[in-house]
Every structure is written in C-alpha cells, then in structure tokens.
C-alpha cells in the first residue's frame, strides 16, 4: 500500500520559514520523481516544485529563489524549504509522485500576520 505522508505545515508570518516533509512508502523511492504541488484558497491546484531520481530540480517562477526541494532516499523523504513566505503562498500542499500518480493528503500552509 503507498502512502505518502505530508507534515510541517502551520501559520508563520509574512517573512518567516517552514519546512515541509513527505514521507513515503510502499514504492521504490529512487525509481520516483517527488513533487509538491499546492491549493490556495478558491484557487486551482498548481505545481510548486519537483526533483528527479537524479535530483535535479525544477521551481515555479512564483517560488523559485525561496523555495528548496530536496530529497533522503535514506529516509524515503522529499522536503520543501520554504523561505520568506508570503501571503500568497497560503495554500495545502500535497506530495505528488512520477510516473506512477500518488497523491498525500496534505498540510496547510498559512502566511499571516
């Protein structure tokens, strides 16, 4: 059974940081590319980051520059640094897998004062 279990969510303030993790199981980690998609409210779902079984990465231009991806296979593990954060990154984030589409249940992210 796959799971993929997201955490490190919560409420920061415009400026400050969160590091989000997924951990998965249930699939051969270094065979997937890891991406982290997110949810604003009354918005679409749109892709934030990925990185490949190779680790390179790919950003969004609306994070690039404040946002890391990384990723422990030791740990079957995908993290997203998310650094000076705004309001407009407040939104679920969910854990995503390629080529095989499995989905976590996600953690919110609120930005504000």
């Known amino acids: 059974q796959v799971q993929l279990v997201e955490s490190g969510g919560g409420v920061v303030q415009p400026g400050g940081s969160l590091r989000l993790s997924c951990a998965a199981s249930?699939?051969?980690?270094?065979?997937?590319?890891m991406r982290w998609y997110r949810q604003g409210p009354g918005k679409q779902r749109e892709w934030v980051s990925s990185?490949?079984?190779?680790?390179?990465?790919k950003y969004a231009d609306a994070v690039k520059g404040r946002f890391t991806i990384s990723r422990d296979s030791a740990k079957n593990t995908v993290y997203l640094q998310m650094n000076s954060l705004k309001p407009e990154d407040t939104a679920v984030y969910y854990c995503?897998?390629?080529?095989?589409?499995?989905w976590g249940q996600g953690t919110p992210v609120t930005v504000s004062s």
């Open positions: 995503n897998t390629s080529p095989r589409d499995y």
């Open positions: 249930g699939i051969t980690f270094t065979n997937y590319t």
């Open positions: 990185i490949s079984t190779g680790a390179t990465t």
